[in-house]
């Protein structure tokens, strides 16, 4: 009896109950199979996480330059338009000074004293002019061409920035010079001068 209790007990052990060797072993591999897939699983995760994060830092850097870039253009803008005024200011300025010196020309010598200087003198030194009213030479060639035009003085201008005043009757026996000489082919201009001359040293 007491052998059949030991019998007994044997079969009880659960030792005796385990898997066999085989199984255990297909368990075993199955399990490594698992941590296998998990950790691929895993790493599959990490690197989508890591391309979000990469492609993120892409779209914000992009961002960034463009904001750059319109800010360089918004700058540009700015920058160009300053740059348009200031030129306008400074045109508008020329302008200003221009007709300030032009006054100040007019109301320092009237159209009566430079017609009496030139009739007094004959020629006018306009570069005389321009140092004395501190005028551009420009701008007194300017203002006599305007009196010649509106006919309150005649004359001509030489080469070397004088006025050569002349007479109505001066510039009418020029003319009626010229008129007559151009019947004579034996005249040439060196002859023409010189009577024009004349009549200008005779008045």
Excluded: C, W
């Excluded at 920058?79 to 306008?88: G, I, V």
């Excluded at 010649?148 to 010079?177: C, K, P, W």
């Amino acid at each position: 009896n007491n052998n059949d209790d030991d019998n007994d007990d044997d079969n009880d052990d659960p030792d005796n109950n385990a898997a066999p060797p085989q199984q255990r072993q297909q368990q075993q591999h199955l399990s490594r199979k698992e941590r296998q897939r998990n950790a691929k699983e895993t790493e599959r995760i990490e690197r989508k996480l890591f391309e979000d994060d990469r492609r993120k830092q892409q779209a914000r850097a992009l961002k960034l330059a463009q904001e750059k870039k319109q800010y360089r253009k918004k700058q540009e803008l700015v920058k160009r338009e300053e740059q348009r005024t200031n030129r306008k200011l400074q045109q508008q300025e020329e302008v200003n000074e221009r007709i300030r010196k032009r006054k100040f020309f007019l109301s320092t010598m009237t159209v009566k004293e430079f017609v009496t200087h030139a009739k007094e003198h004959k020629t006018v030194d306009l570069m005389v002019l321009s140092e004395k009213f501190r005028v551009p030479i420009k701008e007194v060639e300017e203002r006599v061409k305007e009196l010649v035009s509106s006919r309150q003085v005649t004359g001509i201008f030489l080469s070397d920035h004088r006025f050569l005043y002349i007479t109505q009757e001066e510039m009418q026996q020029a003319a009626n010079l010229i008129l007559l000489k151009k019947t004579d082919e034996q005249e040439n201009y060196e002859d023409l001068a010189k009577d024009f001359s004349s009549i200008i040293a005779s008045s």
